[in-house]
């Protein structure tokens, strides 16, 4: 019917945690267009730059069309169909499996599938195999958040919204540049300081980002003496009485031990230790404590051996001064990935199950085996991404499976990672692109559907689950990600001697099992469907089959989901970082995001206005720091760690504190010599929520 196109189809944004709703314009087969979503209320029809150009991305000469297979490490891969290709894979993971143990098997996953693709390999993996070796990128994204809300407020669950930042007196950003990594979300905020000229705005990030040069108050802290500046600001909250002593007393516990373990922190102990002045720490506390408060924070809490205790201490703020459950005031972490969320719903990690239940929960166990009908869940612990590497380094697991995630690029110490998929058994990669850094270790490659052509759900940094819609099918022999997991499972079960657990006709069918195992839990969303959300949208949870719309803020009646009902405060001290500084590695090496592109840069490499904004990687460094190198702008330096080197370009940046260099993330071997900034990382993490300290590393530079 030639007057139906172009079509239009509402979806969702595949890159960052706000959620975008976007309109997707495609004829039959291709996309030709994306334009944000009036009606939905996450962007309301804003897009960044790369939402924007998603149409642009994913063409189908940069796809994987067929399934390929090597049989030997030395042959080439080649193309082959199908059934082949996942009996293949069948027949290698049951022998693997009866020889050594369904933990010598594993499923890495990514914070990019869908919620459905998620549930489908978690059975697989937990219900099926019985192996708990699954978890995913998610891990390295906002682990340490989850920890802490996990801690004080008892369970996973963002309390604030969106809706908050145009409420709030004050938005504490920290260890975020949320310009750059969530631009729709900063957009509101200055929205909100336009209509509200006296809404005070703090930063707290050792780069002068344009996120900081926005703010009232920067406060460019010294890398990792976050836990040192929040406990000095409850040090002068408690000192000059800004402390909301009521809401201590009738919904929290613990204060005693946090006010015993910030008495050291003082002003002017912290004002050494940070690097900032005493006034600005005592205004920091000032404007935070007056609120309503919303702090915004990201990977530089998240991405450190201890960024569960940055976390915490930071929430510590909002019980002290009661700045949560109220419009404007709540600790709200930002998501890194589409669907970090989403995952942790339906339990798809080493140490979850679904329903936000816990693996180490018998209880919890014994409920996910009698929704799924299965004798039990392992009790043995499941790896964790960088644990899960270590453990296929040194044999301990043989064979991996890897969908929609890059981890020759994305995890710490790059080149021991890759030495671990060379020492695999069998490496099986499901993927839309064919040119990631993970590809060459490939024994079995599949071609899965990505952005545009698939169906589903994700939930976003408010707890806002959005669907996620097909506008055109995948190209070639592509299929979905859940189609894929659950047929290689059907064939895996056979040869197991199991019942088969995973015959889903769409995406829907997984959805309602999901919605099932959330009943009376905290996220509980029994009263969601694909038709409502059709219907009236994109919905918030918890939304109970009682309530006839979701839930915009938690903990509004001072309640929380702990034993006691209270929320805890917790005690924690400043401590180094995993890898300080020294005379031979003198440079504080700092990573992240640039605006215009995503990750490892599989799908934004591929769009050419994307690069106008920065066109290759560069080590961004003070030009004191310079000087004592004899360097200039765009002089080739050689950047080394203990555990590797990069041979790259370097700039002066006036973003940049002196001892201090940063390097953008995305751009690998391709682009310069070395692995990329993960080469450089140590894989060090937090004790609480395993994620590593990814946001640094001990460097030196020289030039070439
Ligand atoms: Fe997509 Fe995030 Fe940009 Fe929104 S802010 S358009 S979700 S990348």
Not at 390 to 397: F, K, N, Q, R, T
Request: charged residues 20%.
């Amino acid at each position: 019917n030639k007057q139906s196109w172009p079509r239009e189809t509402r979806s969702t944004c595949c890159y960052c945690g706000v959620g975008c709703g976007v309109i997707i314009e495609s004829d039959v087969e291709h996309i030709s267009g994306v334009r944000g979503d009036p009606a939905h209320p996450a962007n309301f029809g804003k897009l960044c730059s790369k939402g924007s150009t998603l149409h642009l991305t994913a063409r189908p000469e940069q796809r994987l069309l067929q399934p390929e297979l090597r049989i030997g490490r030395a042959d080439p891969r080649l193309p082959v169909d199908w059934d082949s290709a996942l009996d293949h894979a069948a027949e290698r993971f049951a022998d693997i499996i009866a020889t050594h143990g369904p933990d010598a098997v594993a499923f890495y996953i990514s914070g990019q599938l869908l919620t459905e693709d998620y549930y489908v390999f978690n059975k697989l993996a937990k219900g099926l195999i019985g192996t708990n070796n699954v978890d995913s990128n998610s891990r390295l994204c906002m682990s340490s958040a989850v920890s802490a809300y996990k801690l004080t407020l008892g369970a996973d669950a963002p309390p604030g919204c969106y809706d908050d930042i145009a409420h709030a007196g004050c938005v504490f950003i920290a260890g975020s540049n949320t310009a750059f990594a969530h631009p729709i979300l900063f957009r509101r905020i200055e929205d909100a300081r336009k209509a509200n000229p006296k809404q005070k705005l703090i930063v707290v990030d050792p780069r002068r980002t344009d996120t900081a040069q926005a703010a009232d108050l920067h406060l460019a802290i010294q890398p990792g003496s976050d836990v040192m500046l929040f406990n000095a600001m409850l040090h002068v909250m408690i000192w000059e009485g800004w402390c909301d002593e009521a809401y201590i007393a009738a919904h929290t516990e613990n204060f005693a031990a946090v006010r015993q373990a910030v008495q050291a922190a003082t002003p002017q102990v912290a004002a050494e230790r940070c690097g900032i002045s005493v006034a600005d720490i005592v205004q920091a506390a000032r404007w935070f404590a007056s609120g309503p408060t919303l702090s915004l924070y990201c990977q530089g809490l998240n991405q450190s051996a201890h960024g569960t205790d940055k976390n915490a201490t930071l929430i510590n703020l909002h019980l002290a001064t009661g700045q949560i459950g109220k419009p404007g005031a709540a600790p709200l972490s930002l998501t890194g990935q589409p669907n970090a969320m989403g995952g942790r719903e339906v339990g798809g990690m080493a140490n979850l199950l679904s329903g936000h239940r816990d693996l180490a929960n018998p209880q919890h166990r014994a409920e996910v085996a009698a929704l799924w009908s299965v004798p039990s869940i392992p009790e043995r612990p499941g790896k964790t991404a960088v644990e899960l590497f270590d453990a296929l380094h040194c044999g301990e697991i043989k064979a991996v499976w890897i969908a929609c995630t890059n981890p020759a690029h994305s995890l710490p110490d790059a080149q021991k990672v890759r030495e671990a998929l060379a020492h695999a058994e069998f490496v099986v990669v499901q993927e839309a692109f064919r040119d990631t850094d993970t590809v060459p270790f490939v024994d079995l490659l599949l071609p899965a559907s990505t952005w545009g052509e698939k169906d589903g759900t994700v939930t976003n940094s408010e707890r806002r689950i959005s669907r996620v819609r097909a506008a055109v099918p995948p190209p070639g022999e592509a299929r979905h990600d859940w189609q894929i997991a659950a047929e290689f499972g059907q064939r895996l079960a056979q040869r197991l001697g199991k019942s088969a657990l995973l015959g889903y006709p769409d995406t829907e069918t997984i959805f309602n099992e999901h919605r099932a195992s959330t009943a009376k839990r905290d996220l509980d969303i029994s009263g969601l469907s694909y038709a409502l959300l059709e219907e009236a949208g994109p919905q918030q949870w918890p939304l109970p089959a009682s309530a006839n719309a979701g839930t915009a803020r938690l903990y509004a009646d001072g309640r929380y989901p702990t034993p006691s009902g209270k929320a805890r405060f917790h005690a924690a001290t400043d401590l180094p970082l995993a890898e300080d500084t020294d005379a031979r590695y003198p440079l504080h090496l700092n990573t992240g995001r640039l605006r215009d592109q995503w990750h490892g840069m599989s799908r934004t490499g591929k769009t050419g206005r994307l690069f106008s904004h920065v066109d290759e990687p560069l080590l961004s460094m003070h030009t004191a720091d310079m000087a004592e190198r004899q360097l200039a702008n765009g002089d080739i330096i050689e950047v080394t760690s203990r555990r590797g080197a990069l041979v790259l370009r370097v700039s002066t940046s006036t973003e940049m504190s002196t001892g201090q260099a940063f390097l953008p993330m995305h751009w690998g071997e391709q682009f310069m010599r070395g692995l990329g900034a993960n080469a450089l990382i140590e894989g060090a993490t937090d004790p609480h929520s395993k994620q590593p300290e990814l946001k640094h590393a001990a460097v030196q530079v020289s030039k070439l």
